[in-house]
């Protein structure tokens, strides 16, 4: 399974990816933090990375 990671310096805290994938992403200081790569089955990881407007996600 494909682990997410947020390029920290192009996050603009847009919060999208937080919502399609709560158990994924939280926002913490204006940014979006990885708090379960593991937990991609739960969601969809591929379209955090397609609807992310600063492209700051990609899957490792």
């Given at each position: 399974m494909p682990t997410p990671v947020v390029d920290y310096d192009l996050c603009i805290g847009c919060a999208s990816c937080a919502e399609l994938c709560p158990e994924?992403?939280?926002i913490r200081d204006e940014k979006a933090w990885v708090i379960g790569?593991?937990?991609c089955n739960t969601c969809d990881c591929e379209e955090t990375v397609i609807i992310c407007p600063s492209q700051a996600i990609i899957l490792e």
């Amino acid at each position: 399974m494909p682990t997410p990671v947020v390029d920290y310096d192009l996050c603009i805290g847009c919060a999208s990816c937080a919502e399609l994938c709560p158990e994924v992403f939280e926002i913490r200081d204006e940014k979006a933090w990885v708090i379960g790569p593991d937990k991609c089955n739960t969601c969809d990881c591929e379209e955090t990375v397609i609807i992310c407007p600063s492209q700051a996600i990609i899957l490792e």
